[in-house]
């Protein structure tokens, strides 16, 4: 029997290596913020002329310009690069289980519009939910005053399972409103702009990427935890999706054999201890099996407004059941970190979402109860950081999903020719 696989690699021929140069050289340009023609050809490892012809063409295109002279060489001034932000705008829009976030922006996420409305989202059905987003669109759309054809496109984050390279979402569990949906043919058909689409834990490993913390990083893991838990596993600068579009369920790991059953049909699922509603499930169920705690007092008596954010106050006060909760989170963390950096050993484990108001109380506990699990390895081992982007990962990585067409995609780069 065969093994289905190929390494078969397509050839390349000399117009699309000229739109693969574009895309680099264009990454780099934004990487740097500001950087002078010789600079560029050092760091792509581009010959000068061919950096000369491309920088031409894209400042004649209006997507890169001249920011003024550098610092002198050799008593000559060179002029430094930088993109043009203003040139085209992004639209970037998060479904979720409570709300749908939008934003639209330039390409350096510096004049923004920010949207969010909580009457449709993912608990939602789709019929409603989809002429909401189209309204929220068209609403930023017509805030902003842009000529629609300074529109790049749409980036569509939403929890999976999805197809990212189709565009279609797969009925996420507990959403029966959401049949299968093929949002990217919908909203290109209804609003005409190229839109992609991808879960919320790889657009927030992107964004991390382009934005936050993990700049430097080519190899790391991306662990989402916010209403479920998702992970975005990025593996040489390249999200990993597996072979059906579904790896990176980290919060779907079984750490305890005969624990309870989660949604998805399997027991003991990490999601089961970390995501915030279990921790604050567990605090409320201890209050109301006696325990006296800060938290009712802080929610003055409504059990129903326990916020993660509340309990992780009440343990920095030394409250008990808060710190018992926190406990609970912290080892099962641990165990899934643990489990991340022995399967993939990554250079960082990131840690996004909601718990960052969580990091003063459980960082030095968290790295050194890993460490203490983990594998024997060298000198060298997997960092843990917290976001930079919190909660706004996601939204950036939507955001960050049409600008990645832009560094990688050099057919979007054709288009652009065409658009301007
Ligand atoms: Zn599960």
Same mark, same amino acid.
């Given at each position: 029997?065969a %093994?289905?696989?190929?390494?078969?690699?397509?050839?390349?021929?000399?117009?699309?290596?000229? *739109? #693969?140069?574009?895309?680099?050289i264009?990454?780099?340009?934004r990487?740097?913020?500001?950087?002078?023609?010789?600079?560029?050809?050092?760091?792509? &490892?581009?010959?000068?002329?061919? #950096?000369?012809?491309?920088?031409?063409?894209?400042?004649?295109?209006? *997507?890169?310009?001249?920011?003024?002279?550098?610092?002198?060489? &050799?008593?000559?001034?060179?002029?430094?690069?930088?993109?043009?932000?203003?040139?085209?705008?992004?639209?970037?829009v998060?479904?979720?289980?409570?709300?749908?976030?939008?934003?639209?922006?330039?390409?350096?996420l510096?004049?923004?519009?920010?949207r969010?409305?909580?009457? !449709?989202?993912?608990?939602?059905?789709?019929?409603?939910?989809i002429?909401?987003?189209?309204?929220?669109?068209?609403?930023?759309i017509?805030?902003?005053?842009?000529?629609?054809?300074?529109?790049?496109? +749409?980036?569509?984050?939403?929890?999976?399972?999805?197809?990212?390279?189709k565009?279609?979402?797969?009925?996420?569990?507990?959403?029966?409103?959401?049949?299968?949906?093929? +949002?990217?043919?919908?909203?290109?058909?209804?609003? &005409?702009?190229?839109?992609?689409?991808?879960n919320?834990?790889?657009?927030?490993?992107?964004?991390?990427?382009?934005?936050?913390?993990?700049?430097?990083?080519?190899?790391?893991?991306? #662990?989402?935890?916010?209403?479920? /838990?998702g992970?975005?596993?990025?593996?040489?600068?390249? %999200?990993?999706?597996?072979?059906?579009?579904?790896?990176?369920?980290?919060?779907?790991?079984?750490?305890?054999?005969?624990?309870?059953?989660?949604?998805?049909?399997?027991?003991?699922?990490?999601?089961?201890?970390?995501?915030?509603? !279990? /921790?604050?499930?567990?605090?409320?169920?201890?209050?109301?099996?006696?325990?006296? !705690?800060?938290?009712?007092?802080?929610?003055?008596?409504?059990?129903?407004?326990?916020?993660?954010?509340?309990?992780?106050?009440?343990? *920095?006060?030394?409250?008990? /059941?808060a710190v018992?909760?926190?406990?609970?989170?912290?080892?099962?963390?641990?165990? &899934?970190? /643990?489990?991340?950096?022995?399967?993939?050993?990554?250079?960082?484990?990131?840690?996004?979402?909601?718990?960052?108001?969580?990091?003063?109380?459980?960082?030095?506990?968290?790295?050194?109860?890993?460490?203490?699990?983990?594998?024997?390895?060298?000198?060298?081992?997997?960092?843990?950081?917290?976001?930079? *982007?919190? !909660?706004?990962?996601?939204?950036?990585?939507?955001?960050?999903?049409?600008?990645?067409?832009?560094?990688?995609?050099?057919?979007?780069?054709?288009?652009?020719?065409?658009?301007?």
């Amino acid at each position: 029997m065969a %093994i289905r696989g190929t390494n078969k690699q397509s050839g390349r021929n000399l117009s699309d290596i000229r *739109l #693969i140069n574009r895309s680099v050289i264009f990454r780099t340009v934004r990487e740097a913020g500001t950087i002078s023609r010789s600079d560029l050809a050092r760091q792509t &490892g581009l010959n000068p002329a061919t #950096i000369t012809h491309i920088t031409r063409e894209l400042l004649n295109q209006g *997507l890169i310009i001249e920011a003024g002279p550098g610092k002198s060489r &050799g008593g000559r001034r060179t002029a430094l690069l930088q993109i043009n932000a203003q040139h085209a705008y992004i639209i970037a829009v998060r479904l979720s289980r409570h709300n749908i976030q939008s934003i639209l922006t330039d390409l350096n996420l510096e004049n923004v519009i920010r949207r969010m409305i909580t009457s !449709s989202s993912l608990t939602h059905p789709a019929d409603i939910s989809i002429p909401a987003m189209f309204d929220l669109i068209e609403s930023m759309i017509l805030e902003s005053g842009l000529d629609r054809n300074k529109i790049l496109g +749409i980036g569509i984050c939403a929890p999976g399972p999805l197809d990212a390279h189709k565009g279609i979402l797969y009925e996420p569990p507990n959403f029966p409103g959401w049949p299968r949906t093929p +949002i990217r043919e919908i909203f290109e058909t209804k609003l &005409g702009f190229p839109t992609f689409l991808d879960n919320d834990a790889n657009a927030a490993a992107l964004a991390e990427k382009l934005f936050g913390c993990a700049k430097d990083l080519e190899n790391y893991v991306y #662990i989402l935890i916010e209403d479920g /838990v998702g992970g975005g596993v990025m593996i040489n600068g390249d %999200i990993y999706r597996g072979e059906f579009d579904v790896a990176g369920e980290i919060g779907h790991m079984t750490i305890e054999i005969n624990g309870p059953q989660c949604d998805c049909g399997n027991y003991g699922c990490l999601e089961l201890y970390i995501s915030p509603d !279990s /921790v604050e499930d567990r605090v409320r169920q201890a209050i109301l099996n006696g325990r006296s !705690s800060l938290v009712e007092d802080l929610v003055q008596g409504d059990l129903d407004k326990i916020s993660f954010d509340l309990i992780v106050q009440a343990a *920095l006060e030394s409250d008990a /059941v808060a710190v018992d909760a926190i406990q609970i989170f912290t080892d099962a963390l641990t165990v &899934g970190i /643990v489990n991340v950096i022995n399967s993939f050993d990554p250079e960082a484990v990131l840690l996004g979402g909601k718990i960052g108001v969580a990091k003063e109380l459980i960082y030095e506990q968290l790295k050194q109860q890993t460490f203490q699990r983990l594998m024997p390895r060298g000198e060298k081992g997997a960092s843990i950081h917290f976001s930079e *982007l919190n !909660s706004d990962a996601p939204i950036i990585g939507a955001f960050s999903l049409v600008l990645q067409e832009l560094f990688q995609n050099p057919a979007f780069h054709a288009n652009l020719d065409m658009s301007y």
